[in-house]
């Protein structure tokens, strides 16, 4: 099945190549990127109140290309996302972000704003995630996550609202979505997000909404808001699945700025309950 997802996305980064080179000396193309890495450190030296020293980098970028003429839209976002930190009360390196998440989308107007829709979604990350433990003696860590487990591919059709490129948001009442997980993962874990034990997909059907909103809070202030929430209709759909992510962007100058990201994810499958994750630091961006 890995080798499925990886065929069919290689498929589309081709489609996409070729459809940019095709296009690429007229005017319905649209396409921005941005590069941001964030640093923060922290260093105490015989500090009465305590501390511990850390270092910490997160490397972030998004691009998107996106093609309107006449009635038809077909909007793309690729989003990547990978920090490590270091304190000295750790054995370890640990991962501060790690993220992978391709968006499509294609449109054919329907009336004022709206516009009938199909999506893809797929997410995943790069490198392998661990749970940790301390003892006495000293710090463990188990492998818990790595790439493609897990995987999430989502697709499906919908009606789509996009007032202006700073406000976009689409409805499908029937997309579908796979997880994929390694298999040895899901045996050792006895179930794993959601996969039987032994099995290395989850199919699920069921209502998916998502929303971006970028606005501008004052002078060179930028808030970027993303929403994903979803419903599965096959089990628990009481149980909403929310991916929330705020991009606080304060910029300086042409290359520097103060980034805030905060990020909280409701999956039960992975966890019961929220998990939250913030990031603050200085950055250095490059746009084109």
Known sequence: MKKIVLIVLSILSYSLTYTQEKQKDTSYWAKTGKVTFLFNQSAFSNWVAGGDNSLAGNLAGYYEFNYKKEKWLWNNRIDAA????????????????????????????AKGYWSYSVFLNFKTQFAPGYEYEETLEEETRKEYTKFLSPGYLSFGPGIFLEKHENLKFNLSPLAARFTFVDKVLS??????????????????????????AKVTLFENVFMENI??????????????????????????????????????????????????????????????
């Open 82 to 109: 990978f920090g490590l930190t270091k304190t000295d009360d750790s054995d370890f390196i640990k991962k501060t972000d790690d993220k992978i998440e391709i968006n499509s989308l294609a449109g054919l107007k």
């Open 187 to 212: 045996i050792e874990y006895n179930g794993y997000f959601g996969v039987d034990p032994g099995k290395n997909m989850l199919f699920e059907l069921g209502f998916r909404a998502s929303a971006y």
């Open 227 to 288: 929403l994903a929430v979803y419903s599965n209709y096959l089990d628990k759909p009481q149980n909403i699945n929310l991916d929330y992510t705020m991009n606080l962007d304060m910029k300086i100058n042409s290359f520097l700025s103060a980034n805030l990201i905060f990020q909280t994810i409701y999956n039960d499958n992975a966890y019961k309950g929220f998990q939250i994750r913030e990031v603050f630091g200085i950055g250095v961006n490059y746009l084109w």
